[in-house]
């Protein structure tokens, strides 16, 4: 080819190029996307089987996919800062709930708000399970507020125990001989039993762990338990509560309440075998933790014993946490934010229950021959008042 073809085939080429990379105009920019503002939460609110007297369980919505709910109760603006809304709530109280819906790439929500005024009197019963059953067999927990942890060794602590949740089949849980269910005539059964017999190993036991999470929630109130505890080696009956952020700050920053935990037998020292004072005396205790935050000490009184039908509580106001048993004035361990080192947890949102009974640990030791099997810890009732 002649070089005058070849200057001009270029020319022709390259004006072509030009012309393609500017079409649309622009010189090829994109058009910028205007941001789209996030649906305002739905705020509802619904009396259950559970509430009582006016007091309603609160549930928080949007329709924007993958979008975060930010609330308060204290009538100011929710922002980023705020409580992450998580599970349904209790409100048992004069307040206002506002919310915002916050999605990446849109701009945030509007406040939705709503007002509750149920003028609810102090020391009211507003929510309860009085695990009632009125038929001639077993019966599943509510399944509208207990749900479950499950597997071996699944909350840490290196406890021997598989955890398991009514109805499950999955080896070595049964439904034939259930780890959690409503006895006839009433109240919750929470058994430990030994499926490898002279097994003494993690996996030759199964329990069960009940929680509400993501079921109800409450912050602020007094809440109470009527139990009835095993003794034996190797065995950690709970009552306690968690930070609804359990799944977005982790323990322990999202908090921890304990209301009621016991080790082993009748008149074991406490800290467990070979540490702490001598024996001679039964015990439970309560405690609180979270980040560099732990305190509690046992509850024992003259001729207290944790295998007899006893009341244990907690009264939980902005600021102060207080123990007590059997009555809300015999109260025996305060803990206030200002007299704890570390960080303050418990007013940054609602917390939810947890029932268990663990089966060995880096606490108790673990079971031997003198250990009982099944051994069952029995719960009356859980209730919440107004504070």
Same mark, same amino acid.
């Given at each position: 080819m002649?070089?005058?073809m070849k200057s001009?085939?270029?020319?022709?080429?390259c004006a072509?190029?030009v012309f393609?990379?500017?079409?649309?105009?622009?010189?090829?920019g994109t058009?910028?996307?205007?941001?789209?503002q996030a649906?305002?939460?739905t705020?509802?609110?619904?009396?259950?089987?559970?509430?009582?007297?006016?007091?309603q369980?609160?549930?928080?919505?949007?329709?924007t996919?993958?979008?975060t709910?930010?609330?308060?109760?204290?009538?100011?603006?929710?922002? =980023?800062?705020?409580i992450?809304?998580?599970a349904?709530?209790?409100v048992?109280?004069?307040l206002?709930?506002?919310?915002?819906?916050?999605?990446?790439?849109?701009?945030?929500s509007?406040v939705a708000?709503?007002?509750?005024?149920?003028n609810?009197?102090s020391?009211?019963l507003?929510?309860?399970?009085?695990?009632a059953n009125t038929s001639?067999s077993? /019966?599943?927990p509510n399944?509208?507020v207990?749900?479950?942890d499950?597997?071996?060794?699944c909350?840490?602590?290196?406890e021997?125990?598989t955890?398991c949740a009514?109805?499950?089949?999955?080896?070595?849980?049964?439904?034939?001989t *259930?780890?959690a269910?409503?006895?006839?005539g009433?109240?919750?059964?929470?058994?430990a039993?030994?499926?490898t017999?002279?097994?003494?190993?993690?996996?030759?036991?199964?329990?069960a762990?009940?929680?509400?999470?993501g079921?109800?929630?409450?912050?602020y109130g007094?809440?109470?338990?009527?139990?009835l505890l *095993?003794?034996?080696?190797?065995?950690?009956p709970?009552?306690w509560l968690l930070?609804?952020?359990i799944?977005?700050v982790?323990?322990?920053?999202?908090?921890?309440?304990?209301?009621?935990?016991?080790?082993?037998g009748?008149n074991?020292?406490?800290?467990g075998?070979?540490?702490?004072?001598?024996?001679?005396?039964?015990? =439970?205790?309560?405690?609180?933790?979270?980040?560099?935050?732990?305190?509690?000490?046992?509850y024992?009184v003259t001729?207290f014993?944790a295998a007899t039908?006893h009341?244990?509580?907690?009264?939980?106001s902005?600021g102060?946490?207080?123990?007590?048993?059997?009555?809300?004035?015999?109260?025996?361990?305060?803990?206030?934010?200002?007299?704890? /080192?570390?960080?303050?947890?418990f007013?940054q949102?609602p917390?939810?229950?947890i029932?268990n009974l663990?089966?060995?640990?880096?606490? *108790?030791?673990? *079971?031997?021959?003198?250990?009982?099997f099944?051994?069952t810890?029995?719960?009356?009732?859980?209730?919440?008042?107004t504070?």
């Amino acid at each position: 080819m002649a070089d005058s073809m070849k200057s001009a085939f270029r020319f022709a080429l390259c004006a072509s190029i030009v012309f393609l990379a500017g079409w649309g105009g622009g010189g090829g920019g994109t058009n910028p996307i205007t941001p789209v503002q996030a649906t305002a939460p739905t705020i509802s609110a619904a009396t259950t089987a559970n509430t009582q007297i006016g007091a309603q369980m609160v549930t928080l919505t949007t329709t924007t996919s993958g979008a975060t709910i930010y609330y308060t109760i204290d009538g100011t603006t929710p922002t =980023t800062s705020s409580i992450v809304y998580e599970a349904p709530f209790l409100v048992a109280s004069n307040l206002t709930v506002n919310a915002i819906t916050v999605a990446s790439g849109d701009t945030n929500s509007s406040v939705a708000t709503k007002t509750f005024m149920p003028n609810i009197a102090s020391g009211t019963l507003v929510w309860s399970d009085e695990f009632a059953n009125t038929s001639s067999s077993n /019966a599943e927990p509510n399944a509208s507020v207990w749900t479950y942890d499950t597997g071996i060794d699944c909350c840490g602590n290196n406890e021997l125990e598989t955890y398991c949740a009514w109805g499950s089949t999955a080896t070595p849980c049964s439904t034939t001989t *259930p780890n959690a269910f409503v006895a006839p005539g009433g109240g919750l059964n929470i058994v430990a039993r030994q499926t490898t017999p002279g097994g003494y190993a993690a996996g030759d036991f199964t329990s069960a762990r009940l929680k509400t999470e993501g079921l109800f929630s409450f912050q602020y109130g007094r809440i109470e338990a009527s139990i009835l505890l *095993p003794e034996s080696q190797g065995l950690w009956p709970a009552f306690w509560l968690l930070g609804n952020n359990i799944a977005t700050v982790n323990w322990p920053a999202c908090s921890e309440a304990d209301i009621m935990e016991h080790i082993d037998g009748s008149n074991t020292p406490f800290g467990g075998p070979g540490t702490g004072s001598a024996p001679g005396y039964d015990w =439970t205790q309560s405690s609180i933790h979270g980040t560099n935050l732990n305190g509690g000490t046992p509850y024992t009184v003259t001729g207290f014993s944790a295998a007899t039908w006893h009341t244990y509580g907690m009264i939980w106001s902005k600021g102060t946490i207080e123990y007590y048993v059997d009555t809300p004035s015999n109260v025996y361990e305060t803990f206030t934010s200002t007299s704890q /080192a570390g960080t303050w947890p418990f007013d940054q949102g609602p917390q939810f229950v947890i029932l268990n009974l663990a089966v060995g640990g880096s606490w *108790p030791g673990n *079971p031997n021959s003198t250990t009982v099997f099944p051994s069952t810890m029995q719960v009356n009732y859980v209730r919440v008042y107004t504070n």
